[in-house]
C-alpha cells in the first residue's frame, strides 16, 4: 500500500487551488501512460508538455474559469482520458486500473525511482517541480485533502473542487477536479482579511465552528497555512487548534512558526512537526536572488547593492498594498538574500505593486550592481515571469511528502532539511544546493532532521 498523507487547507486562494489541481494532474499524467520506465512514452510526453506550453502564451484561454486546451479526464468508467483539443493530434488513453497495481507499489519501486532519479532526468521530465514522483514512498496522489477552511462568502459552504476556482481566485486552470466531498468550513476572521481585501470579498456571515474538533473528526495529520500575508493573529489561532488537536503544521506564509523557538517546543512538546517559514517558490524570486548573490560572492565580486521588485494582479498582491502588513514579508524574503553573502549588502527587497490585470501572473525584477576585477563596475538586470501559485505547488507537495515522512518515524519540533529547501525563512537557512542535499538525506533517513 501506498503511504497516504491526511492534509487540511486554511485559505483556499490561489495556492491552494494549484495545490489541489496539481496533485490530480500529476496523477493523471501517470496513469495516462506518460510515466513509465522512462524507456518508452518520452516523446508523447514531451510532446504534451510543449502542446501545454503553447496553449500558454497564445491564448487567454488559460485565464480563470476556462480549461486548458489540452486537459486530462476521468470518466466515470473509470478511464483516463488525456485528449487533445480539436487542433491537436494527440490523444491517448489509458487505463486507471492501473491505480490498483499502483497500491502494490512499495518502498523499494520509491528507492528505485528515488536513485534512478540522482541526475534529476527523472523528475524532470516526468513531474518537473518536484524532486522525485515517489518521495519516500508517496506520490503526489497519495496526499488525500480532508478539510478546509476559508472566510468569505463564495467559497464557504461550497465544496473544495468548487471554492478553488471560485472569485476572486484567478490562477490558471491545469486540469478539471471532481467533487471532493470536503466542504470548506468557515475559519475565525481575526486578521485574515485586511483593509484592501475587505474591499473586494464578502465575509461568509456564518458562525465558525471548532476548527480542533473538525479537524481531529477529518483524521487530518497536517495542517497547511495559506492565509494571506500579515495574518499573524489568525496564523496563531490555527497554530493553537493543531496543537489542540495533534495535527502538524507547514506554514506557506510569513509569519514566524516553525523558525521561532516558542512554537517549535510547542509541536515537539505535543510530539507534533512543523515546517516553514513562508514557502519558496520552484524557481521564485527568492531562490533566483539567493542564487545570483552567491554566484558573485563565490566568483568574487563585491555587490555594492541588490533590489528586488515584485508586481503581480492577484489578492495576494492587493493585500500586499497595505505595507502595514509586509513586516514578516519583508524580513522573510530580505534575510533568504542576505544568508548568501558574508557581508552586509545594502538592499531593498520585497512586493511592489498591484497590477490587476496581471492575474496571478507575477512578474520580478532583480537588480544587482559590484565591483570585479581591478575594481571596474558590473551591474546584472533580470526579469523572471511566473504564474506564481503554481510556482510554488510542486515545493508544497515535497513539503508534506517530508513532514509526512517525520510523522511516520515520530520525529517531532522543528524539521531543519524540509524547512530550508521548501522555505524562505527556516529554523536554519542554507544555500539552495545544500538545502537540497540535507532533504535528500532526511529522505533516505541519514539525518534525523
Ligand atoms: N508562489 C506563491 O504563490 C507564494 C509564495 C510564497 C508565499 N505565498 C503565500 O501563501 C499565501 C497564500 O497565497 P494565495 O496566493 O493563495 O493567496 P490568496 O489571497 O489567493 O488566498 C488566501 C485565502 O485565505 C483566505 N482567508 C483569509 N483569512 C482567513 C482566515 N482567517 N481563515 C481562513 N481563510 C482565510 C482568503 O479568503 C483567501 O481565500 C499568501 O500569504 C502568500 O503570500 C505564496
Excluded at 235 to 248: F, H, I, P, R
Aim: hydrophobic content about 35%; charged content about 25%.
Amino acid at each position: 500500500m501506498h503511504n497516504k498523507v491526511r492534509v487540511a487547507i486554511a485559505g483556499v486562494g490561489n495556492c491552494a487551488s494549484a495545490l489541489v489541481q496539481g496533485t490530480l494532474y500529476y496523477d493523471r499524467l501517470h496513469h495516462s501512460g506518460f510515466h513509465n520506465d522512462g524507456t518508452s512514452g518520452s516523446n508523447d510526453r514531451l510532446h504534451y508538455n510543449r502542446h501545454v506550453e503553447k496553449g500558454r502564451q497564445g491564448t487567454s484561454d488559460l485565464k480563470r474559469g476556462n480549461e486548458i486546451s489540452n486537459k486530462v479526464r476521468v470518466s466515470r468508467s473509470g478511464n483516463a482520458d488525456l485528449a487533445a483539443d480539436a487542433n491537436s493530434s494527440a490523444k491517448v488513453n489509458a487505463n486507471v486500473n492501473a491505480t490498483t497495481d499502483k497500491d502494490k507499489d512499495t518502498v523499494t519501486d520509491a528507492h528505485r525511482d528515488r536513485d534512478r532519479d540522482r541526475d534529476g532526468s527523472n523528475s524532470i521530465l516526468e513531474a518537473p517541480g518536484l524532486v522525485t514522483y515517489n518521495l519516500g514512498g508517496i506520490e503526489p496522489s497519495d496526499i488525500e485533502f480532508v478539510a478546509a477552511f476559508d472566510v468569505v462568502e463564495s467559497k464557504v459552504g461550497k465544496d473544495l473542487a468548487e471554492a478553488i476556482f471560485a472569485s476572486p481566485n484567478n490562477t490558471i486552470k491545469i486540469c478539471d477536479v471532481d467533487k471532493t466531498g470536503i466542504k470548506v468550513e468557515k475559519g475565525e476572521v481575526l486578521d485574515g482579511v485586511g483593509k484592501h481585501l475587505n474591499q473586494r470579498v464578502k465575509i461568509s456571515d456564518k458562525s465558525p465552528p471548532k476548527i480542533s474538533q473538525i479537524l481531529k473528526d477529518s483524521g487530518a495529520e497536517i495542517l497547511i497555512n495559506y492565509l494571506p500575508v500579515g495574518s499573524r493573529q489568525a496564523t496563531k489561532y490555527y497554530v493553537e487548534q493543531c496543537l489542540d488537536a495533534g495535527v502538524s503544521f507547514i506554514n506557506a506564509i510569513p509569519v514566524f512558526i516553525a523558525s521561532t523557538p516558542k512554537w517549535q517546543q510547542a509541536f515537539a512538546g505535543r510530539n507534533l512537526a512543523c515546517a516553514g517559514d513562508d514557502v519558496m517558490s520552484q524557481l521564485g524570486a527568492t531562490v533566483l536572488h539567493k542564487t545570483l548573490v552567491k554566484l558573485f560572492v563565490d566568483r568574487g565580486v563585491k555587490i555594492d547593492e541588490t533590489y528586488q521588485l515584485n508586481v503581480g494582479g492577484d489578492m495576494d498582491f492587493y493585500n500586499m498594498l497595505d505595507e502595514e502588513r509586509l513586516e514578516d514579508k519583508r524580513i522573510s524574503k530580505t534575510s533568504a538574500v542576505a544568508a548568501m553573502a558574508p557581508y552586509e549588502i545594502p538592499m531593498r527587497i520585497g512586493p511592489s505593486d498591484f497590477v490587476g490585470f496581471l492575474d496571478n501572473d507575477k512578474i520580478c525584477y532583480i537588480n544587482m550592481r559590484g565591483k570585479y576585477f581591478g575594481n571596474v563596475p558590473i551591474e546584472l538586470d533580470i526579469k523572471l515571469k511566473v504564474v506564481d501559485a503554481y510556482n510554488s505547488a510542486g515545493v508544497m507537495i515535497d513539503a508534506i511528502r517530508g513532514t509526512k515522512i517525520a510523522i511516520d518515524r515520530g520525529t517531532n519540533g522543528p524539521l531543519e532539511s524540509v524547512s530550508a529547501y521548501c522555505f524562505k525563512h527556516p529554523p536554519v537557512q542554507m544555500s539552495y544546493s545544500d538545502a537540497k542535499t540535507r532533504f535528500m538525506e532526511f529522505i533516505e533517513g541519514k539525518i534525523e532532521r
